[in-house]
């Protein structure tokens, strides 16, 4: 027994457990500093995308008196819609500001005077609401209309009001009209709800994420009506009900092969068989949807066929012994045991599909919407495909809104997976 502690305590023994123990340490150093790591980075990353982004969130916008005078609006009096619709509003927002401010009279300065408000913004709002309300001609309003996105950058912060003129965007004499307008309280931030209504615009001060948020709205249930079905049956008969063969081998090596997949052959695949083959129409969510349904359905089956395999055999087995067929056993045994696992891999795998970009720009889901999609036939967009569109416009201003919608989809795939977390704790059952 002696010897036996003696060679445990040798020279030689104690020098390899140091050994062991600093590699152990350094191994345990090593993690640390790669969690570490791991963290900084995400946190920079947050923080430069929040730190850009939250200034879309709020935009400046002018009090202007406006007078919807008839003899330019409908000089015959007929309140026929597409003559309100036709008719000059330009001139409607040009004269309240040359009467705001009266001592303006060169046509440079006017020009100028007249950039300081969204020069598309003011009279779409004007020609909106008279076309709602045609009994509007007439009247005078005091209406709230969109500044440029140079003067609302300037307010922000993010232009240079010292450097020299040549080298900005907005001039001395518009910085003294946007000061004496805001020091009288007639230009104001608010919160910018144009920014999740608006469909995508030429103008920055403009444009905002609805229709791309409806189109992916419209993408994901497609999605969800190809992948979720499908994937769900065939990774039970994959499970319960497939014949051992090589064929069922090579099928389900092919299913986990598809998932490691790179996205963009999904798209590929969908411009050659959707729209090429079968000749369906470009951008539209139904497109999208099934491209994308293909991308979720390794994924769901995958998730599914874990579901139930973890289901103990004994579920199934008590079911058989008191008489029930196999189908019985399946369905209505072992299968809503496997559902919260289910629900918790199919609602990660839309939530996927949700961020994907390169597919869907394969197949050209790149539409410039006017107008909100009423349709999964009609062309559309979504969120990730207009935040890619957003990126490549250098105006400082179409950086703060790629950032914000980035923040908007980072926060939408956040509450989807703490949704199927909470699902999957909420109802799964511990064996």
């Known amino acids: 027994?002696?010897?036996?502690?003696?060679?445990?305590?040798?020279?030689?023994?104690?020098?390899?457990?140091?050994?062991?123990?600093?590699?152990?340490?350094?191994?345990?150093?090593?993690?640390?500093?790669?969690?570490?790591?791991?963290?900084?980075?995400?946190?920079?990353?947050?923080?430069?995308?929040?730190?850009?982004?939250?200034?879309?969130?709020?935009?400046?916008?002018?009090?202007?008196?406006?007078?919807?005078?008839?003899?330019?609006?409908?000089?015959?009096?007929?309140?026929?819609?597409?003559?309100?619709?036709?008719?000059?509003?330009?001139?409607?927002?040009?004269?309240?500001?040359?009467?705001?401010?009266?001592?303006?009279?060169?046509?440079?300065?006017?020009?100028?005077?007249?950039?300081?408000?969204?020069?598309?913004?003011?009279?779409?709002?004007?020609?909106?609401?008279?076309?709602?309300?045609?009994?509007?001609?007439?009247?005078?309003?005091?209406?709230?209309?969109?500044?440029?996105?140079?003067?609302?950058?300037?307010?922000?912060?993010?232009i240079d009001r010292n450097l020299d003129q040549s080298r900005r965007k907005v001039s001395d004499q518009q910085i003294a009209w946007v000061d004496d307008l805001v020091e009288n309280g007639e230009i104001k931030a608010g919160f910018n709800k144009s920014f999740f209504f608006n469909t995508d615009s030429r103008d920055a001060e403009l444009a905002g994420i609805g229709g791309a948020f409806m189109g992916s709205l419209m993408t994901l249930f497609m999605t969800a009506l190809l992948a979720i079905p499908i994937g769900i049956g065939a990774a039970i008969w994959l499970d319960e009900f497939a014949p051992k063969s090589r064929i069922v081998d090579f099928i389900e090596i092919n299913i986990n092969n598809l998932a490691a997949v790179p996205s963009i052959i999904f798209g590929v695949l969908g411009l050659a068989v959707f729209i090429n083959f079968f000749g369906m129409p470009r951008s539209a969510p139904i497109v999208g949807g099934l491209v994308l349904g293909l991308r979720a359905l390794p994924t769901v089956i995958i998730a599914t066929r874990a579901s139930l395999m973890a289901v103990p055999p004994s579920i199934r087995d008590g079911a058989l012994s008191i008489g029930a067929s196999h189908v019985q056993a399946v369905f209505h045994h072992k299968l809503p045991h496997a559902g919260p696992g289910i629900m918790t891999g199919s609602i990660i795998a839309m939530a996927q599909a949700l961020g994907e970009t390169a597919p869907l720009l394969m197949i050209g889901m790149v539409a410039f919407l006017t107008e909100l999609p009423e349709g999964v036939t009609e062309p559309a967009t979504v969120l990730p495909v207009q935040i890619y569109l957003w990126a490549g416009n250098a105006e400082r201003a179409w950086t703060e809104k790629t950032s914000a919608a980035i923040i908007v989809l980072l926060i939408v795939l956040v509450l989807i997976n703490a949704f199927a977390i909470w699902l999957r704790n909420r109802l799964e059952k511990r064996w």
């Open 1 to 158: 027994m002696s010897s036996e502690s003696s060679i445990h305590a040798s020279e030689y023994a104690l020098k390899r457990l140091k050994k062991r123990h600093a590699k152990e340490r350094r191994f345990k150093a090593l993690g640390i500093a790669a969690i570490t790591m791991a963290v900084i980075s995400l946190l920079w990353l947050l923080i430069s995308v929040a730190g850009t982004g939250y200034k879309a969130f709020y935009q400046h916008s002018m009090t202007l008196d406006v007078e919807l005078t008839e003899s330019v609006l409908d000089p015959q009096n007929l309140r026929d819609p597409d003559v309100l619709r036709q008719a000059n509003y330009r001139k409607i927002v040009q004269t309240a500001l040359y009467k705001r401010f009266p001592a303006v009279s060169d046509r440079k300065a006017k020009r100028e005077l007249f950039d300081v408000i969204s020069s598309s913004g003011a009279p779409n709002h004007i020609r909106q609401m008279v076309y709602n309300n045609p009994s509007l001609v007439g009247q005078s309003l005091t209406i709230k209309v969109p500044t440029s996105d140079d003067v609302d950058q300037l307010l922000k912060g993010n």
